[in-house]
């Protein structure tokens, strides 16, 4: 049975390839019978096909991968899985091949009809939209990453401390210069399942560009209170042990926006393309001064505009404006922050 209903799975998974590749165009054949998601899918196909216009590039061909994490319920007549969809999607622009990369979760629900297995729903959150910082709550045998891997369970530790400076107030801190490429590489080192040394939150994408910025030699400002400052101490129990601004975005937004003579700054730009490696881009979906994303920019296209990274919905060199993100909305705001050259 488990193959009949998956033959199912891969029809769709190549639909969903063709679309990312070729948007716009209507499949002649779809097991998906969700009318609620086809329309919402035709409707996305065609703000692809504009966006790709609009953006100047030409799509080569797309690779999406599909790993069921978890089977919810399972009968001879109904199949409710949990999938991981992995596209990587290879586009020219300016002579220049690229590829990004975009790591999905759904829920789909499979039914046998009289032709075969059919996908009745399909149903896909939006984690992005989500300020929760809620770690996931599992216990280390059942926490997975978005492939279905078990992940390592972070250890108890004393606050994070960069090696070659302190900060904080302390005496004779010196600066340090922001090392753009390290964070850029951290980035693109842990933008699918996450650095294991540090929690995995539900709503993961501020704590991943902390640690990027961490890695760039950021200087950690611990006060012990999660409410200022900007550090990382882990989870030990019931006690979560870091700033907000470590790990929620819209704190994360207002400690990037204060002036403070020394440690993490940075200033806020009105242009894309005023960004360089390392920096932060942020997003307000509803457009109401609440920001709920955070992403970090680790490459460009051949026009110069940022490719970013990020977490909670896997990604790696995705466009900066993340208008093909289920999250965005005509109402989506920007802050664009350049991190200084020294901390």
């Known amino acids: 049975m488990e193959q009949e209903w998956k033959q199912s799975l891969y029809a769709y998974v190549d639909q969903v390839n063709k679309g990312r590749v070729a ?50 319920r399972q009968n001879p007549y109904e199949v409710v899985a949990d999938v991981a969809l992995h596209s990587a999607l290879y586009y020219e622009k300016g002579g220049i091949s690229q590829r990004e990369d975009v790591i999905d979760s759904e829920r789909l629900t499979f039914v046998r009809g009289q032709a075969g297995w059919e996908i009745a729903t399909v149903e896909r959150s939006v984690p ?67 650095n294991p040394e540090f929690e995995i939150f539900e709503v993961d994408c ?16 611990y006060t012990g209170k999660r409410e200022t400052g900007w550090w990382y101490k882990g989870y030990n129990g019931a006690q979560e042990w870091w700033s907000y601004s470590w790990a929620v975005s819209d704190s994360l937004q207002r400690y990037l926006s204060a002036v403070r003579p020394s440690g993490l700054r940075a200033e806020a730009v009105d242009r894309p393309e005023q960004l360089m490696l390392g920096d932060v881009i942020q997003y307000d979906w509803d457009g109401n001064g609440h920001y709920q994303h955070s992403t970090i920019v680790t490459a460009f296209d ?42």
């Open 23 to 72: 948007p716009g165009t209507e499949p002649r054949h779809s097991s998906v019978k969700d009318p609620r998601f086809l329309v919402a899918q035709g409707e996305r196909s065609r703000r692809l096909a504009e966006w790709y216009s609009r953006r100047g590039i030409t799509p080569l061909r797309g690779e999406t991968g599909v790993r069921t994490v978890r089977t919810v």
């Open 128 to 194: 992005e939209r989500n300020s929760l910082r809620r770690p996931l709550q599992a216990e280390p045998a059942l926490r997975f990453s978005k492939w279905g891997e078990p992940l390592a369970e972070p250890q108890p530790s004393q606050p994070l401390l960069n090696r070659k400076v302190l900060r904080g107030g302390s005496a004779g801190a010196r600066e340090v210069r922001y090392r753009r490429e390290e964070a850029a590489a951290y980035a693109d080192r842990w933008w699918k399942d996450g």
């Open 206 to 221: 501020t704590n991943y560009v902390s640690q990027c910025l961490f890695a760039g030699g950021a200087p950690i400002h």
């Open 302 to 343: 051949a026009e110069g505009l940022p490719l970013v990274n990020a977490r909670t919905v896997s990604s790696r060199h995705r466009f900066w404006d993340y208008r093909d993100s289920y999250a965005w909305t005509d109402k989506t705001a920007y802050r664009f922050f350049h991190i200084n050259d020294y901390l």
